[in-house]
Structure formats: C-alpha cells, structure tokens
C-alpha cells in the first residue's frame, strides 16, 4: 500500500492556507473599531464601548443560504451569495432594532476551489460592508466525501447590539397602526426549493440574473428610522413570509390587514406562479412577494415618517394596517388603490 497523506485523502492544507492568506485584504477593509487582534488566538476578539449603552443587550443569529446555492453552483455565479448569508443573518438582527457588530462565517467544501470561494468571502465583506460590521472570522473546512469536489454550504453567525430600553418587539403595536414595506430585490434567500421544483435546470440558467439577484441587506433603513422615529415592530419577511414571519411580531389579540396590489409584483413572481401553477396563499406563505422587510409604525407618525423615507430616497409602500381580531391574524386582501413612495 502507498503511504498515504492528508492531501492524498483529498485535503490539501497548504491550498487552504493559501486561500485564507489571499483574502485577507477584502477582510481587513470589513474591521471596525471594535476588533482586537491577538496573534495566536484561537478565538475573534471584539470590545464592546459599553460607554453607549446603560444596559447593553447583545442580539444574534446565525442562518445559511439554502439550496439558492444550488443555482449558483449550476450557473457559475458566486460572488452575490456570500451577500445572501450576510443579509439573511443581519436583517434578522435589525428587527429587535440592533446595531450590527460583527460577523462570522463557515464554509463547507468537497475541494478548495480559491476562485470560487474567493468569489464567496468577497461577497461576504461586501455585505458585511454595507451592513456596518465588521466580518472578524471563519472557517474553511475541505471534506471530501460529504460534498462533491465543486459544491459548498454556508452558514453564517452575526451580533449586534441594543439598549435593553429600546428593544423592538412588537409589543406595543395597536390596532390603527400602519405597516410599511420596503421592496425586496426578488425571491432574497427563501423557497428555492419550490423554485427549483417549478423551473428546469436550463430554466435556471436562463432566469439566473433574478434567481440570483443577493438579498436586500436593511440596516440604512432601520438605522434611520431607529434613531428618528419610535417603531413598534419589524418583521424580516424570509420562509413563512405573510403569514409566520409577519405575524410573529403581532401580540395577542391583533391582526394585520395586508392589501394585495398596494406594492409593484416583481415579473418574477409572476411567472412562477403561472408556470407552477400556485395558489396565492401558497405564495404568500413561501416567498416575500416584493417586500423583504416590515415596519409597523403608529397611524399619526406615518406621514412624516413616509416624508422623511422619501427624501433620504428610501422606497417604500403603506402595504396595510392592524385590526383588533381574536380568531386570525392576518387577513390578505386585494386592493385596487395604486402603490407610491
């Protein structure tokens, strides 16, 4: 028998040093004020200015992207995934009315392809770029026999902060409140599955630039609302959309009226469900339908704050409004009234 080696078994540690050393220039431009750097450590260190807060909470999340990743392994695209992952832990966070801090990602492989994967982590610090934190730890990990030598898996873990006082959870919402949505840039990260199952695979990669279009990342939004206005509720609207992850926020006792036709229907939901042949309720509960994040906000606040989204270019549309109702909580309704802002 020949000897055998780490890298006859099908990992090849020097390549993945040598990936780790090639992207350390798009990490570093990710590192915040925060980040302590300790050569030797085993562990990502970051200070939290607890001068800020009087009761600083700590929020995170950790999520992946999916079998989206699927289409972009068939299609050749990677360089807007990694800004899936960022996007579908951060805009979580956002929703109790964080600040982002960090942000950590794990990277499964069959076989350590530099250009792809340097693809992904561009598009993780990208991402983690425009969400304001700082992208301060990974892992690449080569597993021959778990994953064919071109596929990956992600899995991503970000932390934020918040004023305990200042949390946002939807307590506080009434009936009369208003709900606004800010658009989503297609199906973000949620129900591939159902997209795959409807779309061939050389229908994929004909739809790949809307298929793969990176998840809309919130945090100008949130930032600018939090800081300005009291918001009673935000909803990340991912698997379960209208009817799990809206509602969530909801207290005991109340229900959302969401008007149908109140925001633009991006085409690409259009032809899914034509081609799959999908019932409405099975689309609102799968996929974000052109809105990708909720605020709900009081009644007597929503002109000004309508007047101070537009003027910082922030679009967004009044999609519905909450009812007392103890047996449901939602109720979709179509409505004819034309969408604006």
Same mark, same amino acid.
């Given at each position: 028998?020949?000897?055998?080696?780490?890298?006859?078994?099908?990992?090849?540690?020097?390549?993945?040093?040598?990936?780790?050393?090639? =992207?350390? *220039?798009?990490?570093? +431009?990710?590192?915040?004020?925060?980040?302590?750097?300790? %050569?030797?450590? @085993?562990? !990502?260190?970051?200070s939290?200015?607890?001068?800020?807060?009087?009761?600083?909470?700590?929020?995170?999340?950790?999520?992946?992207?999916?079998?989206?990743?699927?289409?972009?392994?068939?299609?050749?695209?990677?360089?807007?995934?990694?800004?899936?992952?960022?996007?579908?832990?951060?805009?979580?966070?956002?929703?109790?009315?964080?600040?982002?801090?960090f942000?950590?990602?794990?990277?499964?492989?069959?076989?350590?392809?530099?250009?792809?994967?340097?693809?992904?982590?561009?598009?993780?610090?990208?991402?983690?770029?425009?969400?304001?934190?700082?992208?301060?730890?990974?892992?690449t990990?080569?597993?021959?026999?778990?994953?064919?030598?071109?596929?990956?898996?992600?899995?991503?873990?970000?932390?934020?902060?918040?004023?305990?006082?200042k949390? =946002?959870? *939807?307590?506080?919402? +009434?009936?009369?409140?208003?709900?606004?949505?800010?658009? %989503?840039?297609? @199906?973000? !990260?949620?129900?591939y599955?159902l997209?795959?199952?409807?779309?061939?695979?050389?229908?994929?990669?004909?739809?790949?630039?809307?298929?793969?279009?990176?998840?809309?990342?919130?945090a100008?939004?949130?930032?600018?609302?939090?800081?300005?206005?009291?918001?009673?509720?935000?909803?990340?609207?991912?698997?379960?959309?209208?009817?799990?992850?809206?509602?969530?926020?909801?207290?005991?006792?109340?229900?959302?009226?969401?008007?149908?036709?109140?925001?633009?229907?991006p085409?690409?939901?259009?032809?899914?469900?034509?081609?799959?042949?999908?019932?409405?309720?099975?689309?609102?509960r799968?996929?974000?339908?052109?809105?990708?994040?909720?605020?709900?906000?009081?009644?007597?606040?929503?002109?000004?704050?309508?007047?101070?989204?537009?003027k910082?270019?922030?679009?967004?549309?009044?999609?519905?409004?909450?009812?007392?109702?103890?047996?449901?909580?939602?109720?979709?309704? !179509?409505?004819?009234?034309?969408?604006?802002?």
């Open positions: 028998m020949k000897k055998v080696t780490y890298k006859t078994s099908g990992v090849d540690i020097a390549k993945a040093n040598a990936f780790v050393k090639a =992207i350390q *220039g798009d990490v570093s +431009r990710t590192k915040g004020a925060g980040v302590i750097t300790r %050569s030797g450590s @085993f562990g !990502s260190l970051f939290l200015d607890k001068g800020k807060y009087k009761q600083p909470v700590l929020v995170s999340s950790t999520d992946g992207v999916g079998t989206k990743l699927l289409i972009a392994q068939e299609a050749g695209i990677h360089n807007t995934v990694g800004i899936d992952l960022v996007a579908m832990n951060v805009n979580d966070i956002l929703c109790t009315g964080a600040k982002p801090l942000f950590l990602d794990y990277i499964a492989c069959g076989k350590v392809n530099p250009k792809v994967l340097k693809d992904v982590v561009r598009g993780i610090a990208k991402g983690c770029r425009e969400s304001g934190m700082s992208l301060i730890g990974g892992e990990a080569e597993m021959p026999g778990m994953y064919k030598p071109q596929e990956y898996d992600l899995a991503g873990f970000a932390v934020g902060i918040v004023e305990r006082s949390i =946002i959870d *939807g307590s506080g919402i +009434r009936a009369g409140d208003v709900v606004i949505g800010f658009p %989503s840039s297609g @199906f973000h !990260s949620n129900g599955s997209v795959r199952k409807v779309f061939s695979s050389r229908e994929q990669k004909q739809l790949a630039k809307d298929l793969l279009k990176p998840t809309r990342i919130y100008k939004e949130v930032k600018a609302l939090t800081e300005n206005f009291a918001i009673k509720g935000i909803a990340h609207m991912t698997g379960g959309a209208y009817y799990e992850k809206l509602t969530k926020i909801l207290p005991k006792g109340k229900c959302f009226v969401i008007e149908k036709g109140s925001w633009p229907l085409k690409v939901f259009q032809i899914l469900q034509k081609k799959g042949r999908i019932e409405d309720s099975e689309m609102y799968t996929f974000n339908m052109g809105i990708g994040l909720v605020c709900v906000v009081p009644a007597q606040s929503f002109t000004k704050i309508s007047a101070f989204l537009k910082k270019r922030m679009h967004h549309y009044k999609i519905g409004y909450v009812v007392n109702n103890t047996k449901q909580k939602i109720r979709l309704e !179509s409505s004819s009234s034309s969408f604006s802002h």
